[in-house]
């Protein structure tokens, strides 16, 4: 590894990882991080012809999973400064010029960084130093994603050139299929890493309240394929399955069809499902910020919003047909239909509610954060509270039933439950104080006891899984089941140790209950 990237790219006194820690850090990567995110092809990977940005992209994400984090912040400065050199390059044979001064010069970097040496290697690099563009932008989406789930800085600034790079590179496809593996296997993998990034930038959306530089409009590209084609190991395996499968529907047909009045559904793979219910968030968000209700509560227009459920229940019937489909985040398939999952409900809460405003994370710090939500007005018992919760309890039931002080430590399950797991904690709390309230407006509607019963089992559960539990407190102490809903998210994260954004949901979470439980009496 020390041969293949020459000392110029490094800092001054930095001392690159041995093999053995490359090694380590590439097995972490793929066996952490890369499930969530399949957008590399494993068969056919060749680390010795990889650009070096990516491989230092791979090991920087890599070591978070080895708990080295300090190692992976070296590599993420390093990765990021070929990565940004090499678009700089290709700029500037484009320009006839050097340096380019474009979306790359972005960033602010201090002097003598690993900038500086990355382009002083720039006049050295010759024509086997010019990597496929996909592979720059896949290594500046795994930096973006360690940028954000590791609380870095720059976010926005990566955000913005890998949205450059990924528009550059292209949006559609043609129609026909590469003839060999190998070339399939490269035009799948870039397909995955557009339609990847696409979604990884709605997560900024939700979690930093950062608008989309890729809408679904511009999506002119076919979905991913299915699991059992892109895992087939070798090429006469893929053949086989290649030649009895059909070609992967266009995003926008299965966009489309999604909202059309009809009971066609459409099916696709695991990750083009996964994709889809990105799409609808995006839509659910974009609508929600341009009605702008009066009240976090407020429903929207009827017309609205049974478009959208209908969209959500045919995407949850393609998810059911689609045999790729788990609830299990250790299924033979990959983790990516159950995190899909995650999303599905947060998009009833999201239609449900609208607590955009009470989601900060990252912006203070985790007491802050807490209060920030402690201090969110009640929201008023109804149709739409009720939906937001039993979706939120559906979402709490498998790690409950798997184990609340077991499932955070699973090497499958994802850092976008946790994203999630605020919204889930959120809605819970109130709906709970709204329905266990000690005088109510009306007596409890039936779908409200039927939610609160499957709240309250499941709770009862968590307090019997806790050496302090005490699961008679869910009946003789009801003001305490809202902290107690919210506590039971944190505990189901708090056995996650790789990244620091999950963390910080749980230290927020475990002091967001503390608060609610000093206000209940």
């Known amino acids: 590894m020390r041969s293949r990237i020459s000392n110029p790219f490094y800092p001054p006194q930095y001392e690159p990882p041995s093999r053995y820690a490359m090694t380590r850090y590439i097995h972490g990567f793929m066996n952490g991080f890369h499930p969530h995110f399949p957008i590399l092809h494993p068969p056919t990977l060749s680390i010795r012809r990889m650009a070096p940005e990516l ?8 070591s978070q999973y080895c708990l080295e984090q300090h190692q992976g912040l070296k590599l993420f400065h390093v990765a990021r400064a070929i990565a940004l050199e090499r678009v700089r390059a290709r700029d500037s044979v484009k320009e006839h010029r050097y340096p380019f001064q474009g979306p790359a010069d972005c960033f602010s970097t201090p002097p003598n960084s690993a900038t500086e ?6 006049q050295s690099w010759s024509s086997s130093w010019d990597y496929a563009p996909v592979e720059t932008i896949q290594a500046l989406f795994f930096l973006m994603a360690m940028a954000t789930w590791g609380g870095r800085e720059s976010i926005a600034a990566i955000q913005s050139v890998l949205a450059m790079l990924v528009r550059r590179d292209g949006l559609s496809e043609s129609i026909s299929t590469p003839p060999t593996w190998e070339e399939w296997a490269r035009a799948e993998s870039s397909r995955r890493t ?8 709605n997560l900024h959306s939700i979690v930093l309240n950062l608008p989309s530089p890729l809408m679904i409009s511009d999506l002119k590209l076919r979905l991913p394929c299915s699991e059992l084609e892109w895992k087939a190991s070798s090429s006469e395996a893929w053949q086989a399955i290649n030649h009895r499968s059909e070609q992967p529907p266009l995003f926008q047909d299965c966009f489309v069809l999604l909202f059309k009045d009809s009971d066609i559904t459409p099916v696709c793979s695991s990750l083009g499902s996964h994709v889809l219910i990105h799409a609808l968030l995006q839509r659910i968000l974009l609508i929600k910020q341009a009605t702008q209700p009066e009240s976090a509560d407020m429903e929207l227009a009827p017309g609205l919003s049974s478009s959208l459920r209908r969209a959500l229940k045919k995407w949850q019937n393609g998810w059911e047909l689609n045999s790729e489909s ?16 995650a999303l599905f409900h947060l998009a009833y809460i999201r239609l449900a509610v609208d607590i955009s405003s009470a989601r900060s994370p990252f912006e203070h710090d985790q007491i802050q954060f807490a209060m920030d939500l402690n201090s969110q007005p009640n929201l008023r018992r109804g149709s739409m509270l009720t939906l937001g919760a039993r979706h939120a309890v559906a979402a709490l039931c498998p ?12 090497p499958s399950w994802s850092v976008m439950h946790a994203v999630c797991s605020l919204d889930y904690a959120y ?9 266990t309230a000690p005088s109510l407006d009306h007596p409890l509607e039936g779908e409200e006891q039927d939610v609160l019963a499957v709240i309250k089992e499941t709770l009862r559960e968590v307090e019997s899984s806790s050496p302090l539990g005490n699961p008679g407190a869910i009946e003789s102490a009801p003001h305490l089941l809202g902290p107690k809903a919210v506590k039971a998210w944190a505990f189901v ?11 910080f949901i749980t230290k927020t979470l475990f002091i967001y209950a503390d608060l609610l439980e000093k206000r209940s009496f």
């Open 55 to 62: 491989i230092m992209a791979i090991a920087a994400v890599g």
């Open 117 to 122: 040496y990355a382009s002083g290697m720039h």
């Open 194 to 201: 557009k339609l990847i990034s696409f979604s990884f930038f």
């Open 326 to 341: 788990s609830l299990n985040p250790l299924n033979k398939h990959g983790p990516i239909a159950f995190n899909s999952t």
């Open 399 to 410: 790690p409950v039933q798997m184990g609340v002080h077991f499932v955070g430590r699973a």
């Open 427 to 435: 809605i819970l709390n109130q709906f709970l104080q709204a329905v």
């Open 493 to 503: 994260l708090q056995g996650m140790r790789t990244w620091n954004a999950v963390d």
